[in-house]
């Protein structure tokens, strides 16, 4: 069983420890050592049994573990990547964990510290980052290519080539038309269907998608 530490203990952690548990039902792979945040107030409680040990600068007192940052965030999507910059760990220190549920063909990459939520699909050529998150019920289809730190929200579906920039957040429910682009930190509401690249760092929601500013200002 190899030790693994999850840094953050939210909604996105306890996920991913159900996550670990479904690994585990089918080959015992992982022992969850704890779960490291640097809110006080959590440090010394168990999340669903598992300690939280300390904050994230902890993880140096655990070389032997591997380590996945599950913190996610519409409100601040590059917090993940600023987590793992923090950390200063090398690639191999990070795990990439698959629920056994994912379908992910031989033509799919994964990067370091990447995690599949269950029943997630890629079809053919996905390339997934580092410190990607890609929530339940996630359809990824051919040639999309999503850069580090990206979050992918529950029941999102692309089509064929699109591009999902560093640290971009795609809402729950969001559909993206083929060949477009997301850009660096861009946020796309939930329920927005996407028809046209989103320039980096906006956000956008609605059917079609607009600036959210845009689509305030346009209600009567
Ligand atoms: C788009 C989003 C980031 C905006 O958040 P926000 O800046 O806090 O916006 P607010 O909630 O203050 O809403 C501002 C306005 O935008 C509207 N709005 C918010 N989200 C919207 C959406 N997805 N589609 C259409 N309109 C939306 C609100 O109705 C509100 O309009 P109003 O002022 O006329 O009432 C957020 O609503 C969202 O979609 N987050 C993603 C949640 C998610 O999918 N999590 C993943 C779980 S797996």
Redesign the pocket.
Known sequence: MKPLLLVGAGGFARETLELVRAVNAVAPTWRVVGLLDDDPRLVGAEVHGVPVLGPSGAVHDHPEALVVATVAS?DAPARRLEVVARLGLPAERYATLVHPTAVVPASATLGPGTVLHATVVLTADVRLGAHVAV?PAVVLTHDDDLGDGVTV??GVRLAGDVHVERAAYL??GALVREHLRIGAGA?V????VVTRSVPPGE?W??VPARS?AD??AA?P
Request: glycine share 28%; charged share 5%; net charge positive.
């Open positions: 519409p929530m929200g529950a809402g729950s946020v509401g939930m329920g927005a956000v929601a609605g959210l689509v305030v209600r």
